[in-house]
């Protein structure tokens, strides 16, 4: 629970300190004294929007600190540790600054986090309430939250399993309208694939044919140039003709060289090479001879190789540059052949896996629906009962829990309702079910929505009767009401302040409010009074004695500071709320 907040630079509050404890808390305080400047501070500290405005006039930043006492919060406790924030002597330190310029840094046992991670870690220690919480529980879909949170773990379990179901239906139903939507354009797809792959099975070319075929090609083409190159070079190499030639003449060398060898080994040495010289003009002259006859000048294989070149061509200008990138065109174009005319089965499998699945979530909802109509009539009761003890006996609450029928859809229809039993209902995340709150305020007459059967002063004591019943199911150890007491009075008032006190035996409660009914069952009274220099107006928080809280009931009765009748009645209200706590 929160032992202190501190407060400097926040509205009218220059810079004060609210020292709280169990119990119940009222704070009061004069119109326009800033009495919600608290709720305020402690929004901020739950990781509330930060608005600069709020920055006292000439301060450069407002800051506002929480004071936690983390015994017995474990979770709590294991979240500051993991955000690297620190407790002393059990107690953390939550704060936050708001500068002028509209900066906002949050800080959670001395480490700077995000705001929002400070809103998650508050969502366990507190919960406010106001009068436009009054105005939310008119909605349905926080009707429905309601029931879900006093439901507790079974609900949970249940909302959570259905909406693993729904989550899993919504892609499967969105993959299947993707590839129906855009079958068209695989069958076409498919339709220029197959094409493609039977121009290439019909010329069944081979790994680095284009590369062969253009060198044959090549050498057909200019067989007799290759032919007279050949026989010239070989004349050249080896003459038949008695000419000079290559042979011949480095056979005279080796023979003048071996003519003097014995005088010289240098001598020798060069003449054998010269004779390795000659050995090897021999192989080559004899190699371009046998290379000049097989150049035979063959028309019909130039033909083919010409006809098969330009089929490889017609490939090589589709599918790649070369044959080797057309032969792994063909093998990728192959595997997605196969994907693409998978397609008809594929719609099948993801029709029969959404059937499954609305199946599966059709069971969902209905045992969701089932427990929530049994949480339901629980939560009517214990609403009722409470009401009973707000200075409403009369007063009937129900639940009723209902679904939308829908037409039974169309096979084929993009989008279907859930069909339950018999039943077409209309489903979302949450489940089929639509939850309202109904109010008899009085015996005899007919329940009726709470956004058309209830007052005001009704209104908040339902929602403050609600709040008590899920105390129970969902408990935080602070509860705030923001004058959740606004439109009521007389016995009615009294009634709440008594179940304020009620609740704060097991909860630390703190009260804004207005009514001095309420303010006498506090354990603790705090006064916020402001005061001006002409120029600024400043507030400031005082923890009242028992003497001061009776003068300022006085005045709240009254109107004024001094009233011997107020007084009295004022003293009157708080020894009847100290037997009642009693």
Not at 313 to 325: P, S, V, W
Not at 369 to 384: G, P, V
Not at 430 to 443: C, K, P, R, S, Y
Request: glycine share 8%; hydrophobic share 45%.
């Amino acid at each position: 629970m929160f032992e202190e907040i501190r407060i400097q630079s926040l509205g009218v509050i220059e810079s004060s300190t609210l020292e709280l404890g169990p119990g119940l808390t009222a704070i009061t305080g004069e119109t326009g004294a800033g009495k919600t400047m608290i709720v305020t501070a402690l929004g901020l500290l739950m990781g509330g929007r930060a608005d600069s405005g709020a920055v006292r006039r000439g301060a450069k930043a407002a800051r506002v600190e929480g004071v936690v006492h983390a015994e017995g919060l474990a979770d709590f406790a294991a979240a500051v540790d993991e955000l690297g924030g620190e407790a002393e002597d059990g107690r953390v330190l939550l704060a936050r600054n708001i500068s002028s310029e509209g900066r906002s840094r949050a800080f959670v046992g001395g480490a700077s986090v995000p705001a929002s991670q400070l809103a998650d870690l508050s969502d366990s220690l507190v919960a406010v309430h106001g009068q436009s919480d009054q105005h939310r529980l008119l909605k349905a879909s926080a009707q429905r939250e309601a029931l879900d949170r006093f439901g507790g773990e079974e609900i949970t379990s249940l909302l959570e399993a259905y909406r693993a179901i729904h989550k899993e239906l919504g892609a499967t139903e969105r993959e299947l309208a993707d590839v129906v939507a855009h079958a068209r354009e695989r069958a076409r797809e498919a339709d220029l694939l197959r094409f493609g792959l039977e121009e290439v099975g019909a010329v069944e070319p081979l790994s680095g044919e284009d590369v062969a075929l253009a060198a044959e090609e090549a050498r057909l083409g200019f067989a007799d140039t290759l032919r007279g190159a050949a026989e010239q070079a070989r004349e050249a190499l080896s003459s038949e003709h008695d000419r000079p030639d290559a042979l011949g003449a480095v056979s005279a060398a080796r023979r003048l060289l071996d003519g003097v060898r014995e005088h010289d080994d240098e001598a020798a040495a060069l003449a054998d090479r010269l004779a390795e010289v000659s050995y090897l003009l021999a192989d080559v002259a004899a190699d371009v001879a046998s290379y000049a006859t097989g150049l035979d000048t063959d028309p019909a294989r130039l033909a083919v190789v010409s006809e098969r070149r330009a089929a490889l061509g017609a490939l090589t200008r589709k599918y790649g540059e070369t044959i080797d990138e057309v032969l792994a065109w063909s093998q990728q174009a192959s595997i997605r052949l196969l994907e693409l005319d998978g397609t008809d089965d594929q719609i099948a499998e993801l029709r029969a896996k959404r059937a499954d699945l609305r199946t599966r979530l059709a069971v969902a909802a209905a045992a969701l629906s089932e427990a929530r109509q049994t949480c339901a009539l629980r939560l009517a009761d214990e609403i009722t009962a409470e009401l009973g003890l707000l200075a409403m006996p009369h007063a009937r609450v129900s639940l009723a829990v209902s679904q939308v029928d829908e037409a039974a859809p169309d096979a084929d229809a993009p989008t279907l309702p859930l069909q339950v039993g018999e039943r077409w209902l209309r489903y979302a995340s949450h489940g089929i079910d639509e939850v309202e709150f109904l109010l008899a305020a009085n015996t005899g007459s007919d329940a009726r929505p709470l956004h058309k059967g209830a007052s005001g002063g009704e209104l908040s004591r339902v929602m403050l009767a609600l709040e008590v019943a899920l105390a129970g199911t969902s408990p935080v150890p602070t509860f705030v009401f923001d004058e959740v007491d606004s439109g009521v009075g007389g016995k009615a008032a009294v009634e709440i302040g008594r179940r304020l006190a009620q609740l704060a035996r097991t909860a630390q409660v703190l009260v804004v409010t207005h009514l001095p009914q309420v303010a006498a069952y506090a354990d603790r009274h705090v006064v916020i009074a402001k005061s001006t220099d002409g120029v600024v107006t400043t507030s400031g928080l005082t923890v009242l004695s028992e003497d001061e809280r009776a003068r300022e009931l006085s005045r709240m009765l009254a109107g004024m500071d001094e009233s011997d009748t107020a007084l009295a009645h004022a003293e009157e209200l708080l020894e009847a709320a100290r037997a009642a706590r009693a």
